[in-house]
Every structure is written in C-alpha cells, then in structure tokens.
C-alpha cells in the first residue's frame, strides 16, 4: 500500500453531468497529480498540484478542473461528462514535483 | 511530439525465466526515466527511477537500463515469479515552463506461467 487513498472507488454518472473525485495523499507529500487511464492504455496525465498552486497541466479542457487543499489532499472536477470520459482516474503523490510518484488505487468513473 | 513506446505489447514467459522489456522515447526536454508496475485494477506502483547521469538502477529481480543518447530504456526481470504477472509502464519526465510533465507508455502486459 502506498498510503494514498481515493474516493470513490467506483461512480457511475449520464452525460452532462458534472463530478467530484477525491484524494487523500500520503502524509509529508505536497504534491498532487492527476492522470487518466483508459481501458488498455497508459495514463494521460491531467495535472499537477503543488502546494495549493496548479503546477502543470496536459491536453486535457477546461472543464477538467482540480485543487489542492492545505492539508494537500486534491480534488479533481469533471463538468459537461462525456461517454469517452469514462476510465480510471488515478492520482499520486510525492514529496515534490520532480520526486517520486505514489499511486492511489484509483475511482472508476462510467458515463452512460 | 514527446512520445513513449513500449514493446512487446505483450509477453507471456514461463515461472523462472528471465525477460527483457524496452522502452523508446522522443521526450525533450529529458528529466528522468521510470519504470511501474501495475497490477490489474490497481494504481502503478513505482520501480526505479533514473535521471540523465545513471545508467543502470537495480530493485531486487528488476534491473532498469537508460541509453540517453539513443533514447531508449530496457528492463530486466530476473527469474520472474507468478506475481510479476502485470502491465509494466515506462514513464518519462520533462520539466517544462508549465511544470513538471510525465509521459506514459502504454506498458507491456507481461504473463508468468508455470
């Protein structure tokens, strides 16, 4: 176990709804990322949060949004659901933004 | 276009035997180089991790290689064991204006039989 928790584990949500997905990172991380995974491929990294700042972003539009709290525990909001939203959303912590990355299981989101 | 390939897509090698699985990338510019395992359904679980100076890092049976000038990264399992049965990723890091970015393969699917 990498002491990174994510909630929920699975979620199931129709089109054009909107969704919050949570994470709790191991205790001394202040960084945050978020990457998702379709069904047989790498993750696609989302972005990145470090201390409570936005500290990258990939491809991914705006109605992919995120935060990060003083604890550094983060969220990541999805507005305007579409059916390719649906994956696994992963998040990891690290110590810093060029540090090593610590996994969560994941939240399994389904559009329909 | 920073890009990581991976390959084979998939392997499947009997319990005992060794394997090798490659990684190829066109990530500019280059920060570091790491290899994760991911067991079905689960979040990937890091391996090593390499900057530009290292060649060579060892974890237990799993040994990363990194050619820098050729771009490419190979990784060896030694005497696999039933439980090394998972997808294998290589992630490549970049610090750019924006941050610091990782780009993923798509992994290789590796199966251990008896």
């Known amino acids: 176990e990498t002491g990174v928790t994510q909630s929920p584990t699975h979620l199931i949500k129709t089109r054009g709804q909107q969704v919050t997905l949570r994470c709790s990172s191991q205790?001394?991380?202040?960084?945050v990322s978020w990457y998702q995974q379709a069904l047989g491929q790498g993750p696609q990294f989302i972005f990145q949060?470090?201390?409570?700042?936005?500290?990258g972003r990939g491809n991914f539009p705006p109605r992919f949004s995120g935060l990060q709290f003083p604890n550094y525990s983060s969220e990541l909001n999805v507005n305007a659901l579409e059916l390719d939203d649906s994956a696994l959303y992963l998040c990891?912590?690290?110590?810093?933004?060029?540090?090593?990355?610590?996994f969560g299981p994941g939240t399994r989101l389904l559009v329909l | 276009k920073n890009q990581v390939e991976q390959s084979p897509q998939s392997l499947i090698i009997l319990e005992g035997k060794n394997c090798t699985l490659q990684?190829?990338?066109?990530?500019?510019?280059?920060?570091?180089l790491r290899w994760y395992k991911q067991d079905t359904g689960r979040g990937p679980v890091s391996l090593t991790i390499?900057?530009?100076?290292?060649n060579t890092k060892s974890n237990g049976r799993y040994t990363a290689t990194l050619d820098a000038d050729t771009k490419q990264s190979s990784l060896h399992i030694t005497a696999s064991q039933l439980s090394d049965s998972a997808s294998y990723i290589c992630?490549?890091?970049?610090?750019?204006?924006?941050?610091?970015?990782?780009?993923f393969g798509t992994g290789t699917q590796l199966k251990v039989e008896l």
């Open positions: 990891a912590s690290s110590l810093g933004p060029l540090e090593t990355q610590y």
């Open positions: 205790s001394g991380h202040n960084t």
């Open positions: 949060y470090y201390r409570e700042e936005e500290n």
């Open positions: 990684c190829n990338y066109t990530v500019s510019p280059f920060s570091n």
């Open positions: 390499m900057t530009f100076s290292e």
């Open positions: 992630v490549v890091g970049r610090v750019t204006g924006g941050g610091n970015k990782l780009t």
